[in-house]
């Protein structure tokens, strides 16, 4: 009976220290340094993700950003300026006087004032016609200094609008606003090239009147000669008295 007690109590006691331990060893926490790596590579690639991410973010936000800078318009304009020195130039060559710049004015005008002589004409109606037709060179010529002068005119206008343009392409902050003084740079250039066709056309139209003037004098004066050797129509001789005889 005794053994059989002292066994139970041995039992007991094991139990109880075993029931002691198990409590023990589960407040223990066990360290895993392979979970613990896997979980900061984890961390980390998360992270780079993330970090990624901004940067793609980001370069999306810069690239949107060059595309509205190089879709702005250029702020300076030009166009006004040139448009006008332009309208001042065609304006002086539409005061054109007398013979304008028209086909039917100029074919009409060889018809009749600047057409040979005719035996037909009376001498007063060569005499208004030789009249008529220097007035007429004489006005080219003031219309060609006039438009002369308007294009020298221009020539100011045209520095500050060349100075400003390409202060413009200079500063232009993206592709547009280059482009646009580029054109700008451009539409200055062809003004500038119509002045200097006006001046020409000026200039050449008084000098083919002038040339057309003296032409239709030296047909004049062929007509008047041979009118003053035609027998009967042309001098007649007299008799003068000279130092009161």
């Known amino acids: 009976m005794r053994t059989n007690r002292r066994v139970a109590l041995v039992g007991a006691a094991v139990l109880t220290i075993g029931l002691a331990a198990s409590r023990s060893e589960a407040q223990i926490v066990v360290f895993d340094p392979n979970n613990y790596t896997q979980n900061v590579l984890t961390a980390a690639r998360e992270l780079q993700q993330i970090n ?15 595309q509205a800078r190089n879709l702005a318009g250029l702020p300076y304009s030009s166009l006004q300026q040139i448009q006008q020195s332009i309208a001042r130039t065609q304006q002086l060559l539409g005061q054109a006087q007398r013979i304008a710049y028209d086909v039917q004015q100029i074919d009409q005008a060889f018809a009749t004032t600047y057409a040979p002589a005719s035996s037909s004409q009376s001498g007063q109606a060569l005499v208004t016609g030789a009249q008529d037709r220097w007035q007429t060179s004489v006005a080219a010529l003031q219309d060609a200094l006039r438009v002369q002068a308007g294009v020298v005119g221009n020539l100011d206008t045209n520095r500050t609008q060349s100075v400003a343009l390409v202060t413009s392409s200079q500063s232009a902050s993206g592709a547009l606003q280059a482009l646009q003084s580029g054109n700008q740079l451009l539409s ?20 083919s009147l002038e040339g057309a003037q003296r032409v239709a004098a030296q047909d004049q004066g062929r007509e008047q000669l041979r009118r003053f050797l035609t027998a009967g129509q042309g001098y007649q001789p007299s008799s003068v008295r000279m130092f009161h005889q």
């Open 52 to 66: 990624n991410q901004i940067i793609s973010l980001q370069n999306q936000a810069q690239s949107l950003f060059n």
């Open 188 to 207: 200055l250039q062809a003004q500038q090239l119509a002045d200097l066709t006006a001046v020409a056309a000026a200039q050449g139209r008084a000098q």
